[in-house]
């Protein structure tokens, strides 16, 4: 499967954005999306997923209550709905696949192993 994230951008601290992420040469609606980040001398971290059939999702501490996931199957596309946004949410975020249909892992323990190109979020104070 190949991943496309986009929607990054600069915003001003409390703002919000929507990052889109499309896939295209798999089975879609039976993966398991996440999005991860990376911040700056950082590791890469999980902070949303969601199941295959939407179940279940998913989401750090970081960013519970600010952040959404969600997807459209027909349009094979996932989404993180952003809002009040910090800078410490500052990041590359990338979105990713576990390609195993219909995994029974719950959404935060999948296995992505499918991984698209990062979009960069950067918020200012």
């Known amino acids: 499967v190949q991943l496309q994230a986009s929607g990054g951008g600069l915003v001003q601290a409390g703002g919000s954005l929507r990052l889109s992420c499309a896939a295209s040469?798999?089975?879609?609606?039976?993966?398991?999306m996440g999005w991860f980040r990376q911040a700056p001398g950082k590791e890469r971290e999980l902070i949303a997923a969601?199941?295959?059939?939407?179940?279940?999702?998913y989401y750090a501490n970081s960013v519970k209550g600010r952040f959404t996931i969600s997807r459209e199957n027909p349009k094979n596309t996932v989404y993180l709905q952003m809002n009040s946004l910090k800078p410490e949410d500052t990041a590359i975020y990338y979105c990713?696949?576990?390609?195993?249909?219909?995994?029974?892992?719950?959404?935060?323990?999948?296995?992505?192993?499918?991984w698209g190109q990062g979009t960069l979020v950067t918020v200012s104070s």
């Open positions: 040469g798999g089975t879609f609606s039976s993966y398991a």
């Open positions: 969601i199941s295959w059939s939407a179940r279940s999702t």
């Open positions: 990713a696949a576990d390609t195993n249909p219909r995994t029974h892992k719950v959404a935060g323990s999948a296995d992505f192993g499918s």
